[in-house]
């Protein structure tokens, strides 16, 4: 059985890990968002922030605090930083001190910054930090400093201590007894699968992407003692520890996150429950009510026995009556079996009859739509429907329409040759002026080739030949033009012409193809033909499908008579069949109760002997309440109230710790600690 302190204790651990594995990116946002804007290099220090959030309808402040604590390699703190958000109006009303040295012990700017030097000793005498973190690590079992560490090979263990200073002295039963604030601890580290693996972690979660490992553990430190747990039953963690083989050590910095706020709000969801319940705790005045009620119920177990003992008379005739009415149904099961048994046999001829018409309606069906000149396999009584029903599919306007949309490409190619051939024509028509203007580009070419040739040789430049006189260069001219004779009636000038004029016959085709007028009428020429296809075939595929249609429908009619007939046959022989079992079983129900009937005397007998039990059973549970609870309540004291009571004071000690540095009377607010630890990294020796 769980106690209510069982539960609460459950409820808190869940709700830790609940939170650890969103530990990691919690703290990761917080250390980037915090403690890198207000960190800088340097001595040891320690800084207050606070930042102000106006609520006009807010009549007492509220402050959220969270103190950053930056530590070295091994868990000692070297700077303290803390960002408070006041929820009040007015602005630095009421804000407590730490270290306050007669004028406040600290200086506000402008941006309502809050600063206390921590070389006089202010801060750090009176704001102790409420958990102390230390990391240790072994390799291979040995002790090791952060430094040693760095770059080395082998079994490594990473082990985090966690030591609770906040405590408050409260009475219990009339005892002075320390109660720690119930603080959660929750560690993450991120850790590299190329320096780490075969990661383990104490209680906690380790979860891997692939290319590197989150490591989240949690710790209740001061709560096994605050509870006065024994050990051996229930032991809650006040440390962590992360294993792993590790190749060149080296570690990323590790994100610690204090806070008793855990612990408040299952608290609270615990006293709601036992409001809503009426619950309270177990003690032994409710263990020993609830033995005096079994104890009562024994003796009402034994009362009842008695009063079954007088009534066997009665139970004897019942299962006289039974017996008789057990034959009787024997009889009746044998003639119904016999019945079914003939039934049974006119299945066969049945279920073959109508297998064979069902067949021969399918092949009549496949002859029919194969004479319409479509194409169908062979028809079944598992797949007409699927068959008919494509075949239907196919004959509708869309399927129609798709497959004369599917032969346009064809249909577009022919009409395009048709076109082109056309076109080709009418070009071809006109290839005297095409090879008049070919022939006459052509030679102006060669004309100016041959003229600057002549040139040339002649030492004149195009310049000093137009300066020549009328009679020279008429000269020149003339020599000019009848070489530039010779060379048009040359084989390669002639076949030069006859590619210039077959590509520009060519081009000039492909322009005309290329034109929208030319486009426009292949367009339509195609439209018109598919339309003429669909007035061919539409009506005469409607027509199929209706037909097809019909068939679907007289096969499924028939179908529906021939399921009809096998579920009849097959029900008759799974009656019979059944039958047998229920023949059987009746037989040995009349049996059964033939010999209950011969049985009665040893019934008789065996009520008696629960009677004499129940008696015994009754004359124990006295014995055990009389000589039971008493060392019970010797053992724990006399009560369990007193865990109740420790977690109660438990609660009073969480709530009443609200902030790190301070507040006023009135005032109300929440904390939490992010501890960061400095990164190991190997030297560049090693």
């Known amino acids: 059985m769980k106690t209510n302190l069982t539960e609460k204790i459950e409820n808190i651990s869940k709700r830790t890990m609940a939170i650890a594995l969103a530990a990691a990116l919690i703290l990761s946002a917080a250390a980037g968002a915090g403690i890198n804007a207000l960190i800088s290099s340097g001595e040891r220090t320690s800084v207050v922030t606070s930042q102000e959030v106006k609520a006009k309808n807010e009549e007492t402040a509220e402050k959220d605090e969270t103190v950053y604590v930056i530590a070295d390699a091994s868990g000692t703190p070297q700077k303290v930083i803390v960002s408070d958000w006041l929820k009040n109006e007015q602005k630095n009303a009421g804000i407590a001190t730490i270290g306050d040295d007669g004028n ?66 409260v009475s219990i039963d009339g005892k002075d007894t320390d109660i720690y604030v ?64 590790v190749k060149n050590f080296s570690l990323t910095t590790t994100l610690t996150m204090v806070t008793n706020d855990v612990f408040n709000e299952a608290a609270e969801d615990i006293e709601e429950k036992k409001e809503e319940k009426g619950d309270e705790d177990i003690s032994l005045d409710r263990l020993t009510g609830g033995i005096n009620q079994l104890t009562d119920g024994t003796s009402a177990l034994y009362e009842g026995t008695s009063q079954l003992l007088e009534k066997s008379g009665m139970l004897i005739s019942g299962i006289n009556q039974l017996a008789a009415g057990g034959q009787q149904v024997s009889g009746g099961v044998n003639t119904v079996r016999q019945t079914l048994q003939l039934l049974c046999s006119k299945n066969s001829d049945l279920q073959g009859g109508a297998s064979r018409v069902f067949d021969t309606l399918l092949a009549t069906t496949r002859k029919q739509v194969q004479a319409a000149g479509m194409e169908c396999p062979e028809l079944t009584k598992e797949n007409y429907v699927q068959v008919l029903g494509a075949i239907s599919s196919g004959l509708s306007e869309e399927s129609i329409r798709a497959l004369a949309e599917q032969a346009r490409p064809d249909v577009t190619a022919q009409v395009e040759n048709a076109v082109r051939e056309n ?173 209950l009937n011969g049985s009665t005397d040893a019934l008789t007998n065996g009520i008696t002997q629960l009677n004499n039990g129940a008696m015994r059973l009754s004359d124990g549970m006295k014995q055990f309440k009389e000589g039971s609870l008493g060392k019970l309540a010797e053992l724990t004291g006399g009560s369990a109230g007193d865990l109740s009571a420790r977690f109660k004071a438990l609660r009073d000690v969480s709530e009443a710790y609200k902030s790190y540095t301070g507040l006023p009377d009135g005032e109300s607010g929440k904390v939490k600690f992010i501890y960061r630890t400095d990164s190991i990294e190997p030297s560049d020796a090693e």
């Open 104 to 169: 406040g012990g600290y200086t506000i700017d402008q941006g309502n910054s809050y600063s206390w030097d921590a070389e006089s000793g202010d801060l750090d005498e009176a704001a102790q930090l409420p958990v102390s973190v230390k990391l240790t690590y072994l390799l291979d079992g040995k002790e090791m400093t952060a430094e040693e560490i760095a770059g080395k090979s082998g079994k490594a263990t990473i082990r985090f201590d966690y030591t609770n200073n906040q405590k408050q002295t």
């Open 182 to 245: 119930p603080f959660t601890v929750v560690t993450g580290a991120v850790l590299d699968d190329s320096v780490f693996s075969n990661i383990e972690v104490s209680n906690g979660k380790v979860i891997n992407d692939g290319t590197r490992t989150i490591v989240i553990g949690f710790a209740l430190p001061g709560m096994q003692e605050s509870l006065a747990l024994n050990a051996d039953s229930i032991k809650l963690p006040d440390s962590i520890e992360i294993t792993a083989d």
């Open 423 to 595: 076109v080709s024509a009418q070009v071809e028509a006109k290839i005297d002026e095409i090879n008049q203007q070919v022939t006459a580009g052509v030679e102006q070419q060669v004309r100016g080739q041959v003229l600057e040739s002549v040139l040339a040789q002649q030492g004149l430049t195009v310049e000093q030949y137009q300066g020549l006189d009328d009679d020279t260069r008429a000269a020149i001219d003339s020599n000019v033009d009848a070489m530039t004779t010779q060379q048009m009636q040359s084989e390669q000038v002639q076949q030069t012409i006859q590619n210039t004029v077959d590509s520009q016959k060519q081009q000039i085709i492909e322009s005309k193809m290329n034109s929208d007028e030319i486009k426009a009428q292949i367009n339509a020429i195609v439209d018109s033909k598919i339309n003429e296809v669909l007035a061919e075939k539409l009506p005469a595929a409607k027509d199929g499908q209706k037909s097809i249609e019909a068939a679907i429908e007289q096969l499924n009619a028939y179908n529906e008579f021939y399921q009809g007939i096998l579920a009849y046959t097959n029900g008759v022989k799974a009656l019979y069949d059944g039958t047998a079992d229920l023949q059987s079983g009746a037989q040995q129900l009349s049996g059964g109760l033939d010999k």
